[in-house]
């Protein structure tokens, strides 16, 4: 994965889909990954994120196809794939064709039928490192074939066909946080979701001196491949033995009272999201007013409790963040977590503007001297969600 960013934009795809199809497309849609700045693997235990979008971004092109069949090219310079009608409903290959027919599916079981579609996706958005590459693709694809359709899809809406696509197309059992900010981002702004009701703040984020920096561990991560689920079902399990609907529902008294039957793992886990859920609100609080120190200390306290409680981080990324506490410029960084689903991907840092590039440069040289591993990072604002492009 490279974090380094090649502009996307109408302008730059649209010359490549002529060169394709031959002819124009009618519309041109894009939707942005996200980094988490905190709140992680709280999304499916009804709790509490705080994610912003990131300026990379997934952008897709389309025009109804004269062909009778759908034809679709997954990125620059890949052979264009063509699907009947009735086969892109389903499952299928080649496996990232599966955003598509998932999306084509879901509109599909709405009522909504697009008919053949020529489409060129091109994406920015680092994949597999807990970027959400993936919910870029859903909501842009859908957020394009709403507008090829002529149908209005709310953000919300699009958001939850992108999370089915995932569960349905892509077996991955997420959450609607991925989703939910891709389609929802405002600029300058964090994004605060209450995950049962889908309300949610923006949180501004438009301080020039501080600047959220996104460093990737270069270790590939999956969340098809099982400890995900795992995660979501010991939840469950402990939300059952407290007897509350959801994690949400259950307090540390409640998790003390219960902790001879939950056992050790799941009250681990549980008590992972229990305090998650606070050090979101901690962390909002702490943005709003402007204190950075406390972001920091929040971003803190997470990152150990996915170590140590949720255990879903990594020796690399734990290398990466305890890095944060050890260069020479540690005191530029107000706090550090590893950001996304876990596994692997990429930390996440909230660093004083004036010395970003400085601490950028030192993490990487450390993170080399004792790892072997040579990485990228990206510095990002809070991008906009999902939009058509005019
Ligand atoms: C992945 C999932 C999200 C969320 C995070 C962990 O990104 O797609 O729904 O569960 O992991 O916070």
Redesign the pocket.
């Known amino acids: 994965m490279d974090l380094v960013q090649r502009e996307i934009s109408k302008e730059t795809v649209t010359p490549y889909f002529v060169e394709y199809f031959g002819h124009e497309p009618s519309h041109v849609a894009a939707a942005p990954g996200r980094v988490?700045l905190i709140?992680?693997?709280?999304?499916?235990n009804n709790g509490f994120?705080l994610p912003m979008a990131l300026e990379n971004q997934c952008v897709v092109a389309v025009a109804p196809s004269p062909t009778g069949n759908h034809r679709w090219c997954g990125s620059l310079g890949d052979q264009i794939i063509e699907i009947s009608p009735e086969d892109a409903l389903h499952v299928g290959e080649p496996f990232w064709t599966n955003y598509v027919r998932g999306v084509l599916a879901n509109l599909h079981r709405r009522g909504i039928d697009v008919g053949p579609v020529d489409m060129l996706i091109d994406s920015n958005v680092p994949r597999g490192g807990?970027l959400?590459s993936s919910?870029a693709l859903e909501v842009s694809v859908c957020t394009a074939l709403a507008a090829l359709a002529g149908v209005e899809i709310s953000p919300k809406d699009v958001a939850l066909i992108g999370?089915a696509v995932?569960h349905e197309f892509a077996n991955?059992p997420?959450?609607?946080?991925?989703q939910f900010i891709s389609a929802n981002g405002k600029k300058g702004n964090a994004l605060k979701l209450d995950c049962a009701s889908l309300e949610y703040e923006l949180v501004p984020m438009n301080d020039p001196a501080v600047s959220v920096l996104v460093l990737d561990s270069a270790v590939k991560h999956s969340?098809a491949d099982g400890a995900?689920g795992k995660r979501r079902q010991q939840c469950e399990e402990a939300a059952n033995i407290m007897n509350v609907p959801s994690l949400r529902e259950a307090d540390l008294e409640m998790l003390e009272a219960a902790q001879a039957e939950l056992g050790d793992v799941r009250y681990r886990r549980a008590r992972h999201v229990i305090g998650e859920n606070a050090r979101v609100a901690a962390f909002a609080k702490a943005l709003s007013e402007g204190k950075w120190d406390e972001a920091g200390v929040a971003m803190r306290g997470s990152h150990a409790s996915l170590r140590d409680d949720y255990e879903v981080s990594c020796a690399e990324v734990d290398t990466l963040v305890s890095l944060c506490d050890r260069i020479p410029s540690a005191s530029s960084i107000y706090g550090a977590r590893m950001t996304?689903?876990?596994f692997g991907g990429c930390i996440v840092a909230l660093v004083k503007t004036e010395d970003v590039e400085k601490v950028a440069q030192e993490l990487l040289e450390a993170y080399h001297h004792e790892t072997g591993i040579e990485t990228t990072y990206l510095v990002t604002r809070p991008g906009d969600g999902a939009r058509v492009l005019v």
């Open positions: 988490n709140g992680e693997h709280t999304d499916y994120v807990g959400s919910a999370q995932e991955v997420c959450g609607i946080m991925d969340l995900y996304g689903g876990g």
